[in-house]
Each structure stands twice: as C-alpha cells, then as structure tokens.
C-alpha cells in the first residue's frame, strides 16, 4: 500500500477552516462550557463521603467538555501547521484560545471548592469507589491550589493572558511565516521557508549546509528586535504572576508540571556534566573527518560518509515498521494503522511550519503526527519518535481522561524510545562499515542533541529567567548568553556557534509549557534505561512497556522509575548508567573511524 504523506483532517470536519462542522462544533463548546459553570457555581463544597457521585458527575460532565475543546483546538492547531498563510485558521486559533482562558476559569473554582473540603471528608472521598482512581489527581489539584492566589486572582490572570501572554506566543509564530530565504541547491536557486532551509542543516553538501545556516542567521538577525521583544513579554508576564505567587524559582513550575523534584534534574544534569569528555572527542573527530579543525554550528548534523542513506517516505515506514515489529506487535500494528489511514503530515512544501509534533484528537481516540520529510535518517528518527507520542496516546485509551494528562518527560520517554529501537536496529542490520559508521553517528547526534544542545537551551534559559527580573533584556545581550550557553554546555567543543538560536527556537515561545527543554533530556535517559530492560527481558516486554505507560499520568516520575524500574532517580548514578551506554556508541564509533583513517 502507498502511504499518503499529507493527513487527512477531513474525517473530523469536513472543508478546513471555512468548515461549516468546526463551526458547530466550536459554537456547541461555547454551549458545554456555560452548562459546565452553571454546575459548578451551585455545586456545594461536600461535608460527607455520600457527595462522591456528585463530584464523579461534575467530573464526567467536565470531561466531555474538555475533550470537545480540545479536538477543535488540536485540529485547528493542524490547519496552521500545515499551511501558515492560513488567516481563517488564526482567527480560530483566537477563539479557541478565549474559550480554553474561560474553561479554565470554569476549572479553577471547581478545583477551589474541591480544596476546602475538610481534611477527614476528602480522605474518605479519594477512598470512595467513585473517585478513588481518580485520587493522585484530585490530591494534586488541592495541592496546587493552595500554592496559588485566589479563585478571583487565578481567574484575573487566566483572563489577561488571552492577550496579555498567549497572543505573543501566536505573534512569534506569524514572524516565522513570513521567514523566506533563498538557497541554491542542486544548482537551482530556491526560496524556502524556515522548516525547508533548516533541513538542509543535513545535507551531504557542505556550501549547502553553510549557506542555508547563513541565509537563516542573517534573517533571524533583521527581526531580532521583535523576536527579543516577544520573548521578553513572554518571561515578563510569566515571572510577574510568580511574583504574585510567591514563588521565588522559575523552576517551580515546570518542575509541577513535570511532577519531579529538583533533586531528580540535579542528579541527571550532574551526571551528564562528568561525562562529556567522551562527546566533546566524538565533535573534534567528526570536525577533523570534515576537514575542519573545530566543530561549526552548521556541521553538527553533517553526514560524514559519501554513502549516507537517504529513504523516500515509503521506504523510511516500511523501515520503522520492520523495526518495530522486532520490537512487539501492538506497536509495529498501531503504527501500520496510523501510515494506512493518513495521520501523518509529512510533504516537504512551501508555508509548513518548522519541526515536528503529535497531537491528539481524543474525541476521535486518534493523533495526528505533522513533520516535513526530505528523506534523510534524521526524519526517519522524527517520524519514529512522532510515532512514539502517538502510540503512548493510543495505549491509554483504556484509561479515564483525568488519568490520561501525562507530563512532557514522560511524554517524551514514549517517543524517544520508538526512536532508540529505530536507530539501534538499523546499526546493527548495517550492511557495510560505512554505512555502520554513518548510522552509528546518526544515533550520537542525537545524544549530542539531548546532553549538549539542550543542555545550553536550559542554561540560556535559567540566565536569561535571571537577568529579565531585573529588566528588559536586549537582542544583543541575548545572543552573548545563547553563546555563552552553547560554549559551555558543548564543552568548548564549537568553533561557529549559533548566537540567533533563542529567535529560531520555537520551543521558548511556547506558552503552554515552561522551559520545554530538560523534559527532552529525561526522557532520553529514562527511556535508555526502559529500552535496556527490553533488550534484556525479549519478546515479552511490550507489555510492560505499556503498564508503565499507562501510569504515566497518576504518579511522580520518582514513583514511576522505582515502580517499574525498581530505580531511585534522584540519584547520579541512575543517569551515570544511561550515559554510559551512549558512550559505549562513541567508542563504537571512534574505533570504526580510525580504522577508516
């Protein structure tokens, strides 16, 4: 069978975003949500055990609701990645925003009242067969209450951040659209946007790469005045209602959302930080076999072999199929399914944004996966790791939605896994030392990517937070930290370094999650220690691999590792035994290219 590499939305509302069906369904939100404030404004803070069916109906009723929402923003979010030129899709994008800020009101004084139950009375609810699996969310709702302001304060700041804090992060996007560059390739001059020139970062052709990497910088650096100015917005509202707050670290929040503790993100950068040697030799070779003497910012993703795979789309999913298939049936048959009925956006076209997603549609039980393919390794690992996300959706279906709102390390665990099984059988059914070597480095950048590039985006990151609380912070002072950052979290290993990253990024815009970058490294790692696990355990452990994944969502990642691993993260030595195994394939890799040599 052919696979399609443009996903079909249709199956959900018919027309795009001039659909008449969005337009019901969005109107019909509007509707859900009233229903749900006019119960919870005469919902009763319960006095007894006898109340549970209520606070159960009051959920289920929420429930519906929100999956609603998020349907119609998920596949409005797809319109735009899809086409950025997509004006009726933004204007959408707007609305779906103000009925998300007014669930949430609708949400918090649920939760509010949930809070002031007597201590006695909700620990005789959380017991009670109506809620009791539902408790490790509802104690952590209470939890989080009492660390914020009040019900008219949240609900103040949830309002404002419509326009105040969330347009800026949809004004980022719109000065990503318009982002053309021209770049000659294959002796043709080609005007490309941000997500076509960024994936010449690894092209076999090393002007190619220089070009392109340029042509970007030069484009970031015209509008670095407005992407300085939206970021600093972003950081301004954030660290203001912190103020508000009371809390002091900006780690406070995504750590929440992560639910880990701080010690756990200590241990795991502590253990990356004594091992580094190894990498920051892996970057020098890889430079030298390049013919440069340091390592640029443009050749970190260089091929280094002349016989460097490259797979049409088709070609790239029997691939991953093939491989996951060794590794168990459900997710060699979830993803066959998800290739068949067209989940998958991954045409290489003009007006796409950059990167690559998965999102869920929950009403529909499906996901949809947006990349831009050009038939490199490196999408093949995308794709899989895409794949990962939406296998991680699909295995908890069984599980009530209020159980199903998993945190990003974890979210990545899934995907990042998926990736390893790909990456790690295609070195091993190579059919030649240079293609062992060209799959093998493929499989180390992305431990480069995990333990250096996030690495300077959490460092710039944290500095930045700390410079901004005492004022603006200006373009040129965040190109010296973004430099700075990638200086030392590389080892000093660079020679060009990539001072506009903090404008390319996107993820440092995105207002929906906090420092979107040490989540990646966590799950990288954690998933390292589940995949040698199922190396050890065979053929079996699928199924474990998907208990696991099924409680991902109603416990600490503390609780998860010792639960499923037997294994205390807060501790160096849990993430000293992941690194090691991606030394191992350094040394792999440097005694193959000395012999090459």
Sequence with gaps: MKYSEVW??????????????????????????????ENIDIFDIPTSVNESQEVFRLIELVKDTAVN??????????????????????LLQGEVGALGAEFQTVMLKFQQKLAKVDSDVW???????????????????????????SEEEESLITALSVDGYHSWGQLYDQLVADIKVKVEVDGEVKELSVGQASNLSSSQHAA???????????????????????????????????????????????????????DTLNAMWGAIGANKEPFVNYLNVKAEMLGTEKMNWYDLEAPVTESTKTMPYQEGAEFILKH????????????????ED????????????????????????????????????????????ELGHAFHSYVLRPVHWLNRG??????????????????????????????????????????????????????FETRFYEERRKGIVSAARLNTL??????????????????????????????????????YTFGYLFSLSIYAKALEEGAGFEEKYMALLRDTAVMTVEELAMKHLGEDITQEAFWAKGVALCVKDVEEFLELTAEEG
């Design 342 to 385: 067209s989940w998958i956006e991954a045409e290489d076209r003009a007006n796409k944004r950059p990167g690559g997603f998965c999102t869920g549609m929950p009403m529909s039980e499906q996901s949809r996966i947006f990349m831009t393919y050009s038939g490199s390794m490196s999408n093949v690992a995308t794709l899989a790791h």
């Design 482 to 519: 973004m430099e700075e950052a990638q200086r030392e979290a590389y080892g000093d290993a660079l020679d060009t370094t990539h001072p506009h990253f903090w404008a390319s990024k996107l993820h440092f815009y995105i207002t929906q999650v906090p420092f979107y970058n040490f989540p």
């Design 208 to 262: 190619v790469r220089k070009e392109s990497f340029e042509k970007l910088e030069v484009a970031w650096k015209d509008k670095e005045e407005f992407f300085a100015t939206t970021l600093n917005h972003l950081a301004g509202f954030r660290l203001a209602v912190y103020e508000k707050r009371g809390w002091n670290s900006v780690l406070k929040e995504p750590l929440l959302r992560n639910r880990m503790s701080e």
């Design 8 to 37: 079909d939305l249709d199956v959900f509302f018919k027309g795009g975003s001039s659909s008449p069906e969005l337009r019901t369904h969005l109107d019909n939100v509007k509707e859900k949500i009233n229903v749900v404030k």
């Design 69 to 90: 929402l998020r349907q119609a923003g998920a596949v409005i979010g797809c319109y735009l990645a899809a086409d950025t030129t997509d004006k009726k899709a933004l």
């Design 123 to 149: 620990a005789k609810l959380m017991e009670s067969t109506e809620l009791n699996e539902f408790s490790f969310v509802l104690n952590e709702w209470r939890e989080e209450v009492a660390i914020k302001l």
């Design 324 to 339: 996951f298939g060794e590794f168990g049936s459900e997710l060699e048959s979830f993803s066959r399914m998800a290739f």
């Design 406 to 459: 998993y945190a990003m390390g974890v979210a990545e665990t899934a995907s990042t896994f998926a990736e390893m099984i790909v990456a790690d059988a295609a070195v091993k059914a190579a059919e030649t030392k240079e293609e062992k070597i060209a799959l093998l480095e493929d499989k180390i950048q992305r431990s480069v990517a995990f333990f250096m590039n996030i690495h300077a985006r959490f460092l």
